[in-house]
């Protein structure tokens, strides 16, 4: 199995700025690709980037895209998501996840997730 494990979350105010980890190890084939989604309460789960291991090709959410950057560490042992200009409408918990898939933002494509990390953005 892929162990995935996130932090960073925590309570910001608009205009802010916080970085997300996932610990997601690159040595297997069923983590060719990570992937972040988000889900507030009482609405679905959306996708917001994803990264290719090693080649580090990145695909985004047209809502995300310029404002939130995914990237991995030379160690391919962390995946990252920085989020700048923050909003109350970004709150949500914030979950990473392994697909065998490249630049896939299907749910269903996603085998393997962490446990979530909440981020909360007041105005």
């Known amino acids: 199995q892929v162990q995935l494990v996130e932090s960073g979350g925590g309570l910001v105010q608009a205009g802010g700025s916080l970085r997300l980890s996932c610990q997601a190890p690159?040595?297997?084939?069923?983590?060719?690709?990570v992937g972040w989604f988000r889900q507030a309460p009482g609405k679905e789960r959306k996708f917001v980037a994803s990264?290719?291991?090693?080649?580090?090709?990145?695909n985004y959410a047209d809502s995300m895209k310029g404002r939130f950057t995914i990237s991995e560490d030379n160690a391919k042992t962390t995946v990252y998501l920085q989020m700048n200009g923050l909003q109350p409408t970004d709150t949500a918990v914030y979950y990473c996840?392994?697909?065998?898939?490249?630049?896939?933002?299907?749910?269903?494509?996603?085998?393997?997730w962490g446990r979530g990390t909440q981020v909360t953005v007041s105005s």
């Open positions: 996840a392994a697909t065998r898939q490249l630049l896939s933002a299907a749910i269903s494509d996603y085998e393997y």
């Open positions: 690159g040595d297997t084939f069923s983590n060719v690709a």
């Open positions: 990264i290719v291991r090693g080649a580090r090709i990145t």
